[in-house]
């Protein structure tokens, strides 16, 4: 894999709540630079994200850098006709994507329609501004087990999400793992898979691919992208 192969499976991300415009500024540039598959920032940010990718003439590239809005960040702990609310007016307001913090104590509980239902609302909401827009649904895998990750997977493909995603990053527990990468491309069917948290370097990224992710969230992203040699 060269670099710019690994760039399109990034989702260069800028999620600290103390982020400020200039970090934001410099996050948008750096994914237009490298290539990667998205700027992944809170809501509040996709306006300004999604006009400077315009105003590089990102829409008529052959690689477009998607913007990306996280939705019911970090908690998950909104009521869901919130996160649906969020998630509409992130659309509106340019995202090209959606990462949702999934309604956690479902999973916890085994209630895998209210997970569901989660889901779907928030899918509903994004996908009627625009259906291309994807949805990835995070299901914060260091505090679940096998058969939990499982019930996340099938509340996500059901709800009509496009992805499954490990982590917030924020999480005590911790973020990605390999074994967690695994157990979601086992049971997440026709989804794809994200992982992020804790992924600052070229030997965790490339482990986390090949376990099965199909895209990663990095704030490392430039870091592991210069450390993966240069075709000669």
Same mark, same amino acid.
């Given at each position: ?8 499976? $990034? ?27 998205? *700027? ?29 809005? $996280? ?16 998630? !509409?007016?992130? *659309? ?53 087990? #096998? ?38 491309? !086992? ?18 990224? !490339? ?12 704030? =490392?992203?430039? =870091? ?6 240069? #075709?000669?």
């Amino acid at each position: 894999m060269n670099r710019l192969q690994l760039a399109r499976c $990034v989702d260069h991300t800028v999620l600290k709540s103390e982020a400020g415009e200039r970090e934001i500024r410099t996050a948008t540039a750096e994914a237009l630079e490298y290539g990667f598959a998205a *700027v992944c920032v809170n809501s509040g940010w996709i306006k300004l994200v999604k006009s400077l990718l315009d105003a590089a003439g990102n829409n008529g590239s052959d690689h477009v850098v998607a913007a990306c809005g $996280v939705v019911g960040f970090p908690l998950g702990a909104a009521d869901t006709t919130v996160k649906a609310f969020e998630a !509409q007016r992130c *659309v509106n307001s340019g995202a090209d994507e959606i990462d949702m913090v999934i309604w956690l104590p479902a999973l916890l509980s085994g209630d895998v329609d209210l997970a569901r239902k989660d889901v779907a609302e928030v899918v509903k909401a994004a996908k009627g501004v625009c259906g291309k827009t994807l949805v990835k649904v995070i299901l914060e895998t260091a505090i679940l087990n #096998e058969s939990q990750i499982a019930m996340g997977c099938q509340a996500a493909g059901e709800g009509g999400a496009d992805f499954v995603k490990t982590s917030t990053g924020f999480h005590p527990a911790g973020g990605a793992s390999v074994q967690a990468v695994r157990w979601l491309k !086992q049971y997440s069917g026709s989804l794809r898979v994200k992982a992020s948290g804790g992924i600052r370097d070229l030997v965790t990224a !490339q482990a986390m691919l090949a376990a099965g992710a199909d895209r990663l969230g990095c704030s =490392a992203s430039v =870091a592991i992208i210069k450390s993966l040699p240069q #075709e000669k």
